[in-house]
């Protein structure tokens, strides 16, 4: 019922409308924590039609020498110096097609689009890390914490509906924005599969002289479609909010939003796992020490992979991890040379969180960017910390092309990754080939 | 345009430039982890030997050397007939008496008149009188067979006969003998009496007259005859009718028979002369009263030339229940018995007023018969009787009695597979005495326990004595409630300290003097001795060695093996592990120390110490392993106090592998 009257009351909107161009679309982005959300006030075309992509690999401490260079135990423990407590790999990717008209002159905006994504977010703690890197010897006399670990992957398709308008105010009182602009979307998700695992308090104690193994190990995952893996198969279903806030006064822009606030259920062949067990292993007992063989070895350690977990079909429901964004924007209006290009800079913040029992483990990200156009090269670049990495640089490019009809935009927001190679710690890249028609607005 | 196609191109090359080959990942990972454990307990280093385990009240180790049972009862007293008995007796056969006879026989006047004159003057049915005195010559009169006996020998009886004058006159001058007719001329005299025993019978016509006689040995035949002498009819003025059927009528009752012998069949019982007898009962030190039989039996053998069958009445107030117990035997030979089984015999004799003594009487009697048998007073029976009894109790005054021990060596093999060395000794050992009493009286017992070390020909000696009380018995129910006790004799360490492979144990039990005291049969007395060692000793350089076969690990060849041993003793210990191949042959050696566990201030083990062991063994010689030895020297952690060892001390040892794997390989 709540689903309806949102629809209905986005579809009622009235006046302005703000049509989101240049560099991205409006509201969902091609990547959605794509930094900058902000256009300059030019006048664009009315419509546009996108074909965008990208993908993105991000962590704080692992280094990719440890999946692409064979042997790497002459690596691991560089990258284990760097780990924190809690870290986390991050994998997300996006494709999909849109179609937009701008919101102006107290017309509603809209823009409808089709996605495929895919998210994975796996969290493992320093001792995991450790324990498959360098075994448990070193952890003779300690506990190997396996607290919050977690891997949640998710793959589905998006069909987004969004609209929004531009209002304007009276601009008597200085504190008072002269331009509001508001949006609201609509998503409806298809889920094509889902897994998920997470602990608590699990944890494995390893004797001082390894004389024991205590393993105390409570998760719960979930599957969906476990009988027949199919990567567009519809195994649930869901929805998802986007709400946009622009404040304009003058030069100055405050903007707000939320991203991806919905859950899918997943009611197809789902099976839930649980297990809630302790085991303590302390060796075979036996009479006598003189007989033991590579047969009873072998019974011990099968037993220890007896996880006795319970099994139930049952469905259940995942959330997306909901993006929220506040960021100051400043227009520029330099009339000197080369910096006449520098059409703003912004200040933001992006959080995530993720309803549910695993977290999104987002560090809150702080960044500043800017934009540069010239004739029909655009230039967009910022500098973060936090989010899933340590810190990152954007370097977005974009070349108007065919009477500024089409535009290509090529970006990453690891552009540092490209000069260390194997060595980095994050990959990303994306694209967007932008079709512009209509009239000017 | 220039910028902007420049900028393009660096991006590009950028992109290009990060092409990079890769390789699967692989890394090594050190693995540790526990493969097996056990607890070694003493039990475990003892697991060959007789030597058990048990704790004390403070929870001390004890070793208990549990030694066989010593059984003694009073069985052999009962044995071999002491409660039996054999008599052989004749029984002789009495004169018996036999019914009166009764014989009625009427000499008729044809019969006597037959062959004279008269039998044309007296004719039937007509009247006469005789004017004259007629001479009737001498005749015999037989008589009818009389029934139930071919012959008698009468030794003594009375004979009344009745003559009545049925004649038609009166008779004098009349005499006759009674005689057997013997048609056969078999006997030499066949006269039995005369009638009358001197003189001559007169008789009127119709008058009669009885005569009373005895009879002494006098042989009677069932064929009789009256063999009348001659005697004269007096003359009879009366007409008188005649009628020859009657005469002269005889009622003989013969009475009062007793019979020497008899050939016939045998109307009333012929009793046989009665025996009584009495055994004495001879066990040494004991006065029986009272005995339960369990199983036994009276055997009676006979033999007689009688062919006819007796019947025997066994009677004893000894026997309870005291009914008199009836044997028939066929003549001849032959055995019959009466099952004692489960019947009481009461040794107090005939008036149950003395001890050991078995009263009895054995009567008989030859039964009536309808067949004719021949029994005669020169007729005996010979009869053996055997008494057999097993008790299954006896209720006796017992005297002092004493029943030897005989002298019982037990192996002590706790020292067999310990080498121990010169300083070893234990801080104390009882014997404990497990007895249970099975007899109704109360006894002391006196036992030499010695020990013996055959090895340097030491021994020891000690010596325990004590009480033991009376066992109770409820004689309806019949069940036996012993008594139980346990003794423990202290300080005899001495026996222990000489490391001895041998230990014996000889006395005697003294019964006590007693009333009425019960012995049951196959129950007695039973002593369990346990010689307790509690496990406080002091040593040096105790040596246990063993050689066991051993399975190692195939893949251990990039491992390497660690024991931990938590030592909860109080010893330090040097092991020495040898692996050898199939043949014996020493591969290689490893030698470990383990100290002893810690102590506190009172004693005990509080933290067991741990040791680590690394077994690394080079990879061509773990398919070669086939035996490994170990030689474990011990020395308590003190050498000036005794060291106790508790029940819950122990050693675990455990067996750790660490490796290295290859992932992704």
């Given at each position: 019922?709540?689903?309806?009257?949102?629809?209905?009351?986005?579809?009622?909107?009235?006046?302005?409308?703000?049509?989101?161009?240049?560099?991205?679309?409006?509201?969902?982005?091609?990547?959605?924590?794509?930094?900058?959300?902000?256009?300059?006030?030019?006048?664009?075309?009315?419509?546009?039609?996108?074909?965008?992509?990208?993908?993105?690999?991000?962590?704080?401490?692992?280094?990719?020498?440890?999946?692409?260079?064979?042997?790497?135990?002459?690596?691991?423990?560089?990258?284990?110096?760097?780990?924190?407590?809690?870290?986390?790999?991050?994998?997300?990717?996006?494709?999909?097609?849109?179609?937009?008209?701008?919101?102006?002159?107290?017309?509603?905006?809209?823009?409808?689009?089709?996605?495929?994504?895919?998210?994975?977010?796996?969290?493992?703690?320093?001792?995991?890390?450790?324990?498959?890197?360098?075994?448990?010897?070193?952890?003779?006399?300690?506990?190997?914490?396996?607290?919050?670990?977690?891997?949640?992957?998710?793959?589905?398709?998006?069909?987004?509906?969004?609209?929004?308008?531009?209002?304007?105010?009276?601009?008597?009182?200085?504190?008072?924005?002269?331009?509001?602009?508001?949006?609201?979307?609509?998503?409806?998700?298809?889920?094509?599969?889902?897994?998920?695992?997470?602990?608590?308090?699990?944890?494995?104690?390893?004797?001082?002289?390894?004389?024991?193994?205590?393993?105390?190990?409570?998760?719960?995952?979930?599957?969906?479609?476990?009988?027949?893996?199919?990567?567009?198969?519809?195994?649930?279903?869901?929805?998802?909010?986007?709400?946009?806030?622009?404040?304009?006064?003058?030069?100055?822009?405050?903007?707000?939003?939320?991203?991806?606030?919905?859950?899918?259920?997943?009611?197809?062949?789902?099976?839930?796992?649980?297990?809630?067990?302790?085991?303590?292993?302390?060796?075979?007992?036996?009479?006598?020490?003189?007989?033991?063989?590579?047969?009873?070895?072998?019974?011990?350690?099968?037993?220890?992979?007896?996880?006795?977990?319970?099994?139930?079909?049952?469905?259940?429901?995942?959330?997306?991890?909901?993006?929220?964004?506040?960021?100051?924007?400043?227009?520029?209006?330099?009339?000197?040379?080369?910096?006449?290009?520098?059409?703003?800079?912004?200040?933001?913040?992006?959080?995530?969180?993720?309803?549910?029992?695993?977290?999104?483990?987002?560090?809150?990200?702080?960044?500043?960017?800017?934009?540069?156009?010239?004739?029909?090269?655009?230039?967009?670049?910022?500098?973060?910390?936090?989010?899933?990495?340590?810190?990152?640089?954007?370097?977005?490019?974009?070349?108007?092309?065919?009477?500024?009809?089409?535009?290509?935009?090529?970006?990453?927001?690891?552009?540092?990754?490209?000069?260390?190679?194997?060595?980095?710690?994050?990959?990303?890249?994306?694209?967007?080939?932008?079709?512009?028609?209509?009239?000017?607005? | 345009?220039?910028?902007?196609?420049?900028?393009?191109?660096?991006?590009?090359?950028?992109?290009?430039?990060?092409?990079?080959?890769?390789?699967?990942?692989?890394?090594?990972?050190?693995?540790?982890?526990?493969?097996?454990?056990?607890?070694?307990?003493?039990?475990?280093?003892?697991?060959?030997?007789?030597?058990?385990?048990?704790?004390?009240?403070?929870?001390?180790?004890?070793?208990?050397?549990?030694?066989?049972?010593?059984?003694?009862?009073?069985?052999?007293?009962?044995?071999?007939?002491?409660?039996?008995?054999?008599?052989?007796?004749?029984?002789?056969?009495?004169?018996?008496?036999?019914?009166?006879?009764?014989?009625?026989?009427?000499?008729?006047?044809?019969?006597?008149?037959?062959?004279?004159?008269?039998?044309?003057?007296?004719?039937?049915?007509?009247?006469?009188?005789?004017?004259?005195?007629?001479?009737?010559?001498?005749?015999?009169?037989?008589?009818?067979?009389?029934?139930?006996?071919?012959?008698?020998?009468?030794?003594?009886?009375?004979?009344?006969?009745?003559?009545?004058?049925?004649?038609?006159?009166?008779?004098?001058?009349?005499?006759?003998?009674?005689?057997?007719?013997?048609?056969?001329?078999?006997?030499?005299?066949?006269?039995?009496?005369?009638?009358?025993?001197?003189?001559?019978?007169?008789?009127?016509?119709?008058?009669?007259?009885?005569?009373?006689?005895?009879?002494?040995?006098?042989?009677?035949?069932?064929?009789?005859?009256?063999?009348?002498?001659?005697?004269?009819?007096?003359?009879?003025?009366?007409?008188?009718?005649?009628?020859?059927?009657?005469?002269?009528?005889?009622?003989?009752?013969?009475?009062?028979?007793?019979?020497?012998?008899?050939?016939?069949?045998?109307?009333?019982?012929?009793?046989?002369?009665?025996?009584?007898?009495?055994?004495?009962?001879?066990?040494?030190?004991?006065?029986?009263?009272?005995?339960?039989?369990?199983?036994?039996?009276?055997?009676?053998?006979?033999?007689?030339?009688?062919?006819?069958?007796?019947?025997?009445?066994?009677?004893?107030?000894?026997?309870?229940?005291?009914?008199?117990?009836?044997?028939?035997?066929?003549?001849?030979?032959?055995?019959?018995?009466?099952?004692?089984?489960?019947?009481?015999?009461?040794?107090?004799?005939?008036?149950?007023?003395?001890?050991?003594?078995?009263?009895?009487?054995?009567?008989?009697?030859?039964?009536?018969?309808?067949?004719?048998?021949?029994?005669?007073?020169?007729?005996?029976?010979?009869?053996?009787?055997?008494?057999?009894?097993?008790?299954?109790?006896?209720?006796?005054n017992v005297d002092e009695v004493i029943i030897e021990i005989a002298k019982d060596t037990f192996e002590f093999d706790f020292f067999k597979d310990l080498e121990v060395g010169?300083?070893?000794?234990?801080?104390?050992?009882?014997?404990?005495?497990?007895?249970?009493?099975?007899?109704?009286?109360?006894?002391?017992?006196?036992?030499?326990?010695?020990?013996?070390?055959?090895?340097?020909?030491?021994?020891?000696?000690?010596?325990?004595?004590?009480?033991?009380?009376?066992?109770?018995?409820?004689?309806?129910?019949?069940?036996?409630?012993?008594?139980?006790?346990?003794?423990?004799?202290?300080?005899?360490?001495?026996?222990?300290?000489?490391?001895?492979?041998?230990?014996?144990?000889?006395?005697?039990?003294?019964?006590?003097?007693?009333?009425?005291?019960?012995?049951?049969?196959?129950?007695?007395?039973?002593?369990?001795?346990?010689?307790?060692?509690?496990?406080?000793?002091?040593?040096?350089?105790?040596?246990?060695?063993?050689?066991?076969?051993?399975?190692?690990?195939?893949?251990?060849?990039?491992?390497?093996?660690?024991?931990?041993?938590?030592?909860?003793?109080?010893?330090?210990?040097?092991?020495?592990?040898?692996?050898?191949?199939?043949?014996?042959?020493?591969?290689?050696?490893?030698?470990?120390?383990?100290?002893?566990?810690?102590?506190?201030?009172?004693?005990?083990?509080?933290?067991?110490?741990?040791?680590?062991?690394?077994?690394s063994i080079a990879e061509e010689n773990i398919e070669n392993i086939k035996y490994v030895n170990y030689i474990a020297s011990f020395e308590t952690s003190s050498q000036t106090v005794y060291n106790k060892i508790y029940s819950d001390y122990t050693i675990a040892v455990?067996?750790?592998?660490?490796?290295?794997?290859?992932?992704?390989?």
């Amino acid at each position: 019922m709540k689903r309806h009257i949102l629809i209905f009351g986005c579809i009622f909107l009235l006046n302005s409308t703000v049509y989101a161009q240049g560099n991205s679309t409006a509201i969902t982005d091609a990547i959605p924590e794509q930094t900058n959300n902000f256009k300059g006030d030019k006048k664009e075309r009315k419509f546009r039609f996108t074909i965008e992509s990208g993908s993105i690999i991000e962590n704080t401490s692992l280094d990719y020498r440890l999946f692409t260079t064979g042997n790497i135990d002459e690596y691991k423990q560089t990258i284990s110096d760097g780990l924190l407590e809690q870290n986390i790999l991050s994998i997300r990717s996006k494709t999909g097609v849109s179609f937009s008209k701008k919101a102006f002159a107290n017309k509603i905006g809209f823009s409808l689009g089709f996605y495929d994504r895919t998210e994975v977010d796996f969290g493992f703690s320093k001792d995991l890390f450790n324990l498959v890197f360098f075994g448990n010897e070193m952890f003779m006399g300690k506990q190997i914490n396996l607290n919050n670990t977690y891997l949640s992957a998710t793959k589905f398709q998006q069909i987004n509906i969004a609209l929004s308008r531009i209002i304007q105010l009276s601009n008597a009182n200085q504190y008072i924005p002269s331009q509001i602009e508001v949006g609201l979307g609509y998503s409806y998700l298809i889920g094509n599969s889902h897994v998920d695992f997470s602990t608590k308090d699990s944890y494995i104690e390893i004797g001082n002289d390894g004389e024991y193994i205590n393993t105390n190990l409570n998760f719960i995952a979930n599957i969906a479609d476990t009988n027949e893996l199919n990567l567009f198969g519809s195994q649930g279903s869901g929805y998802a909010l986007d709400l946009l806030l622009n404040l304009k006064k003058e030069e100055n822009n405050i903007h707000f939003s939320i991203a991806d606030l919905g859950n899918i259920n997943w009611n197809k062949n789902a099976v839930n796992y649980s297990s809630q067990k302790e085991i303590s292993f302390s060796g075979l007992e036996i009479d006598n020490l003189l007989t033991i063989n590579d047969s009873l070895i072998q019974v011990q350690l099968d037993s220890l992979a007896d996880i006795n977990y319970v099994k139930k079909g049952s469905e259940f429901r995942t959330y997306l991890p909901t993006t929220y964004h506040l960021a100051y924007k400043r227009d520029l209006n330099i009339n000197r040379y080369f910096l006449q290009n520098f059409d703003y800079i912004v200040v933001g913040r992006i959080g995530k969180h993720r309803k549910g029992l695993i977290p999104a483990n987002f560090k809150p990200q702080y960044y500043v960017g800017t934009h540069f156009s010239y004739k029909g090269l655009h230039l967009r670049t910022s500098y973060s910390v936090g989010g899933y990495s340590k810190s990152a640089w954007q370097m977005e490019l974009g070349q108007n092309i065919l009477w500024q009809h089409f535009q290509l935009v090529l970006g990453t927001y690891h552009f540092g990754s490209i000069f260390k190679g194997i060595n980095s710690s994050n990959a990303d890249f994306y694209f967007s080939l932008n079709f512009f028609f209509g009239k000017k607005v | 345009m220039k910028f902007k196609n420049y900028v393009i191109v660096v991006v590009l090359l950028m992109i290009v430039s990060c092409k990079h080959e890769i390789e699967s990942p692989s890394w090594t990972v050190d693995v540790v982890v526990p493969i097996a454990k056990t607890e070694l307990k003493l039990t475990d280093l003892l697991k060959d030997s007789e030597v058990d385990l048990d704790t004390n009240s403070n929870d001390e180790l004890l070793l208990v050397y549990r030694l066989n049972p010593i059984d003694t009862n009073l069985n052999d007293l009962f044995a071999d007939g002491n409660l039996g008995f054999t008599k052989t007796e004749i029984i002789p056969i009495l004169e018996f008496e036999i019914p009166d006879i009764n014989i009625n026989f009427e000499a008729s006047l044809a019969l006597i008149i037959k062959g004279t004159p008269l039998e044309t003057i007296l004719v039937q049915d007509t009247t006469v009188d005789l004017s004259i005195t007629y001479n009737i010559p001498s005749k015999d009169f037989n008589m009818d067979a009389i029934p139930n006996f071919n012959e008698l020998e009468i030794e003594s009886g009375l004979i009344e006969i009745k003559i009545t004058n049925n004649l038609p006159t009166a008779i004098d001058g009349l005499s006759m003998i009674l005689k057997n007719q013997d048609p056969n001329s078999l006997f030499l005299n066949d006269d039995i009496i005369s009638i009358p025993n001197s003189g001559t019978i007169q008789l009127n016509m119709g008058d009669s007259t009885s005569l009373v006689d005895n009879l002494s040995n006098v042989f009677f035949t069932n064929l009789l005859q009256l063999a009348v002498g001659s005697f004269s009819f007096l003359p009879n003025p009366v007409p008188t009718t005649i009628d020859t059927a009657s005469g002269i009528k005889f009622d003989i009752f013969i009475y009062d028979i007793v019979v020497s012998r008899i050939q016939g069949v045998i109307e009333s019982p012929i009793p046989l002369d009665s025996t009584r007898g009495e055994t004495y009962i001879n066990i040494q030190g004991l006065d029986i009263t009272k005995a339960k039989i369990d199983s036994g039996s009276i055997n009676i053998n006979l033999n007689t030339l009688l062919d006819m069958p007796l019947q025997l009445n066994f009677y004893s107030p000894n026997l309870v229940p005291d009914d008199t117990i009836s044997i028939t035997v066929t003549g001849g030979s032959g055995t019959s018995s009466i099952d004692l089984s489960g019947k009481e015999i009461t040794f107090d004799g005939k008036n149950n007023d003395t001890i050991n003594t078995f009263y009895y009487e054995l009567f008989g009697f030859i039964p009536p018969t309808t067949i004719h048998y021949d029994a005669s007073v020169n007729d005996e029976v010979e009869y053996e009787i055997t008494v057999y009894i097993k008790p299954k109790y006896v209720i006796a005054n017992v005297d002092e009695v004493i029943i030897e021990i005989a002298k019982d060596t037990f192996e002590f093999d706790f020292f067999k597979d310990l080498e121990v060395g010169s300083n070893f000794s234990v801080e104390s050992a009882k014997i404990t005495l497990g007895i249970e009493n099975s007899i109704g009286v109360g006894c002391s017992y006196d036992l030499n326990v010695s020990s013996e070390n055959s090895v340097d020909g030491n021994s020891a000696f000690t010596g325990i004595n004590n009480t033991i009380a009376s066992a109770s018995f409820n004689q309806f129910t019949e069940i036996v409630t012993p008594t139980y006790a346990e003794v423990e004799f202290d300080n005899i360490e001495n026996i222990i300290n000489i490391k001895p492979d041998l230990i014996t144990i000889d006395g005697e039990v003294t019964l006590n003097s007693g009333i009425d005291n019960f012995i049951v049969y196959d129950k007695g007395i039973s002593i369990a001795p346990n010689i307790e060692v509690p496990l406080s000793f002091i040593a040096s350089n105790l040596v246990l060695s063993d050689t066991a076969d051993i399975e190692l690990l195939t893949e251990i060849s990039n491992a390497t093996l660690t024991l931990i041993i938590d030592n909860g003793y109080p010893l330090n210990t040097q092991v020495q592990v040898v692996f050898l191949d199939e043949n014996y042959i020493e591969l290689e050696t490893k030698v470990h120390s383990i100290p002893s566990g810690k102590i506190s201030g009172d004693g005990r083990i509080y933290e067991p110490t741990r040791s680590l062991m690394t077994i690394s063994i080079a990879e061509e010689n773990i398919e070669n392993i086939k035996y490994v030895n170990y030689i474990a020297s011990f020395e308590t952690s003190s050498q000036t106090v005794y060291n106790k060892i508790y029940s819950d001390y122990t050693i675990a040892v455990q067996i750790i592998a660490k490796y290295k794997s290859t992932i992704g390989e």
